[in-house]
């Protein structure tokens, strides 16, 4: 069942893709190798089959309650550049900026999704934030997951769904920077040290009209 979701892919038609992408050749960045692991980052490229990517896809854009979340920027209150959901277990509440959110229970779509994700993690999730890009106007600021709720050095594993969007890495202590192009399918994962060492953000992209769909999965601590 789970393997029915995940693909193979190969370098050739990774780099037959990325001619295609909608940045050209102004990035800097570089594909090393599918599965590449650059410190406490794992980039599987095209990991979810494109008509399970699909579905997830649609479903999400078409099922989810999505909700716009007010947030504070420096002591200002602003709407977030983004829609987003906390799904989890029961006991997941989560607290981003100042405001605790309690956690919508699974939809059945998802559960063999978050299986999957937990299989090739070889951990175990009981929570996901999603969001929703609705065009290159939304974004994520530079930030670490960090949050108490996650315990020290959590596994956070990653699926892009839709657009594809730059997601940049900078290092907490060295002048290092990564820069990835997440991609329909995509699975990032950022493994115990990540959040400990890099900051992490999706800049806009002005002239992107489509949306994107991003899964972060966790383990968060439970609240009783
Ligand atoms: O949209 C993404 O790829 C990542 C979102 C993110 O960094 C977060 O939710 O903490």
């Known amino acids: 069942m789970l393997q029915a979701l995940i693909s193979g892919s190969s370098v050739s038609k990774l780099r037959a893709k990325l001619k295609q992408h909608p940045y050209g050749n102004r990035l800097s960045y570089v594909v090393l190798a599918e599965d590449t692991q650059v410190e406490n980052i794992v980039h599987h490229q095209q990991w979810l089959k494109a008509e399970s990517a699909e579905a997830f ?3 999400s854009l078409t099922k989810l309650p999505w909700q716009q979340h007010t947030i504070k920027i420096f002591g200002k209150t602003c709407l977030e550049p983004r829609l987003s959901l906390w799904i989890g277990d029961a006991n997941t509440a989560y607290r981003y900026s100042g405001e605790w ?7 059945s779509f998802l559960l063999p999704l978050k299986f999957a994700v937990q299989q090739k993690c070889g951990q175990q999730f009981n929570s996901v934030l999603l969001n929703y890009y609705r065009d290159g106007h939304d974004y994520m600021s530079w930030h670490s997951d960090n949050e108490k709720q996650l315990g020290k050095q959590p596994v956070i594993a990653s699926l892009s769904l839709g657009q594809a969007r730059r997601f940049l890495f900078r290092n907490k202590s060295k002048d290092q920077k990564h820069e990835y192009l997440l991609e ?5 994962v950022m493994n115990k040290l990540c959040q400990d060492q890099w900051q992490h953000s999706l800049p806009k992209a002005l002239r992107i009209k489509q949306p994107r769909i991003n899964f972060t999965f966790r383990y968060t601590m439970p609240d009783d």
Do not use: A, I, M, N
Not at 101 to 107: A, N, V
Not at 184 to 188: F, M, R, V
């Open 101 to 107: 959110r309690t956690p919508l229970s699974w939809p």
């Open 184 to 188: 329909h399918g995509d699975l990032l």
């Open 57 to 59: 896809y649609r479903q």
